[in-house]
């Protein structure tokens, strides 16, 4: 399984970005899919995910600010992150699930109070 993650940049804060994660192959054979995320002295974190069965799970921190979806004709995944705080800022990882872990390049995202 191959990711190509893109999207990510400066924002200021209460703005908004999108970050994109395509896959090789068909999105419906993953267990799911998502964004984990790192700070800087911080262990990497879930953010949010979608399985295969489309369900979604988010963190707690950006549930109602963040939003994954994904357009299986493209097998694409895309997350849209709205009202951004400054403790958003992250080094974001798209991963897929298959019969293991598989990831993205590490995209920046970093978000200016």
């Known amino acids: 399984v191959q990711l190509q993650a893109s999207g990510g940049g400066l924002v200021q804060a209460g703005g908004s970005l999108t970050l994109s994660c395509t896959t090789s192959?068909?999105?419906?054979?993953?267990?799911?899919i998502g964004w984990y995320r790192q700070a800087p002295g911080n262990e990497r974190e879930l953010v949010a995910r979608?399985?295969?069965?489309?369900?979604?799970n988010y963190a707690d921190s950006v549930k109602g600010r963040f939003t994954i979806s994904r357009d299986v004709a493209k097998n694409t995944v895309h997350l849209q992150m709205n009202s951004l705080k400054a403790e958003d800022t992250a080094v974001y990882y798209c991963?897929?699930?298959?019969?293991?872990?598989?990831w993205g390049k590490g995209t920046e995202v970093t978000v200016s109070s």
């Open positions: 979608i399985t295969g069965g489309g369900s979604t």
């Open positions: 192959g068909s999105i419906y054979r993953l267990r799911d």
């Open positions: 991963y897929a699930y298959y019969d293991m872990n598989y």
